[in-house]
């Protein structure tokens, strides 16, 4: 027993926001239900072929790193709860768009727009986090924050794969709606913090 107790130990204490971002991140990766998909929408729903699909992924990917960038200079100009709202919230709204179209090339272009919003936000997260803690609790919270993430991911992809064939809007909508759920936690109850 004292064995689980101490597995718990690194948690104790933080600064109550980081509880906050800890339950965003829970509900935020439980709604992630359009990246484990992505390339099934892409080759299946769109008609992309897997060596077109395949560029897509690595095209998203590679245009997010100067979009992270730009987000970690936003973040330290303008404030890490401001880029975090604003791009993932963004985000979120793209993402609800995506599921009220046909499957179509719009919607690839789409996907590609929100990918950039989600990426712009990421530093402010690790920024954040930086601001919220010492150099004493900053592992643990890192380390909660990181779980959340991974609580949400277990779960979304399983329900993402249930609504896949005949549900494809409500993969969308519903990850999007997630998105902007956990956006208003932090809108809420996370206060501004600047470099």
Same mark, same amino acid.
């Given at each position: 027993?004292?064995?689980?107790?101490?597995?718990?130990?690194?948690?104790?204490?933080?600064?109550?926001?980081?509880?906050?971002?800890?339950?965003?991140?829970?509900?935020?990766?439980?709604?992630?239900?359009?990246?484990?998909?992505?390339?099934?929408?892409?080759?299946?729903?769109?008609?992309?072929?897997?060596?077109?699909?395949?560029?897509?992924?690595? %095209?998203?990917?590679?245009?997010?790193?100067?979009?992270?960038?730009?987000?970690?200079?936003?973040?330290?100009?303008?404030?890490?709860?401001?880029?975090?709202?604003?791009?993932?919230?963004?985000?979120?709204?793209?993402?609800?768009?995506?599921?009220?179209?046909?499957?179509?090339?719009?919607?690839?272009?789409?996907?590609?727009?929100?990918?950039?919003?989600?990426?712009?936000?990421?530093?402010?997260?690790?920024?954040?986090?930086?601001?919220?803690?010492?150099?004493?609790?900053?592992?643990?919270?890192?380390?909660?924050?990181?779980?959340?993430?991974? %609580?949400?991911?277990?779960?979304?992809?399983?329900?993402?794969?249930?609504?896949?064939?005949?549900?494809?809007?409500?993969?969308?909508?519903?990850?999007?709606?997630?998105?902007?759920?956990?956006?208003?936690?932090?809108?809420?109850?996370?206060?501004?913090?600047?470099?």
């Amino acid at each position: 027993m004292q064995s689980f107790k101490n597995l718990f130990s690194p948690y104790r204490g933080l600064p109550k926001e980081i509880y906050i971002i800890f339950f965003a991140r829970i509900i935020n990766s439980l709604g992630g239900f359009v990246h484990p998909l992505l390339v099934l929408i892409l080759t299946q729903k769109i008609g992309m072929d897997s060596a077109q699909a395949g560029l897509y992924v690595t %095209l998203v990917s590679v245009i997010s790193a100067p979009s992270m960038i730009l987000g970690g200079k936003l973040a330290d100009t303008l404030g890490r709860k401001f880029i975090i709202v604003v791009s993932q919230g963004l985000g979120g709204i793209t993402v609800i768009s995506i599921g009220l179209i046909e499957p179509s090339m719009t919607m690839a272009y789409l996907l590609m727009l929100s990918s950039l919003f989600f990426a712009l936000c990421s530093p402010a997260y690790d920024a954040l986090l930086a601001d919220l803690t010492t150099p004493e609790n900053r592992k643990g919270a890192y380390s909660l924050t990181y779980m959340g993430f991974n %609580l949400g991911f277990a779960v979304g992809p399983i329900m993402a794969g249930l609504l896949y064939k005949n549900h494809l809007d409500l993969v969308f909508i519903i990850d999007g709606i997630a998105t902007l759920l956990a956006t208003t936690l932090i809108f809420i109850f996370i206060k501004e913090r600047k470099e």
